[in-house]
């Protein structure tokens, strides 16, 4: 059975929002796989914005924080700017 309708939009050289950054973090969360983004997008997104914090007993883990995401992204776009 042939699929005639795309209902994902060709979002090719498009940066990712700060809404979506957020969307991925809950999806991300949930444990799904399918976020709606090319996988390599979304595995550089999560490897940008994931970061190590201390739990309340001082266990280091790891997490994915839009806000951290957004930040890098912010910074080396500042970067690619001055080029």
């Known amino acids: 059975m042939a699929h ?3 209902t994902t939009q060709n979002r090719k ?7 979506e950054r957020g969307e ?4 991300n969360k ?7 983004r090319v996988h390599g997008t979304i595995a ?9 914090q201390l739990e309340t007993g001082r266990n280091p883990y790891t997490a ?3 806000e951290t995401g957004q930040a ?8 690619w700017r001055k080029k």
């Open 13 to 19: 050289n498009k940066h990712l929002s700060p809404f």
């Open 4 to 6: 005639t309708e795309n």
């Open 44 to 52: 550089n997104e999560l490897e940008r914005g994931t970061t190590k």
């Open 30 to 36: 949930a444990g799904h796989t399918r976020l709606g």
């Open 24 to 27: 991925i973090a809950a999806l």
């Open 64 to 66: 994915y924080f839009p």
């Open 72 to 79: 890098v992204y912010e910074k080396q776009e500042k970067l």
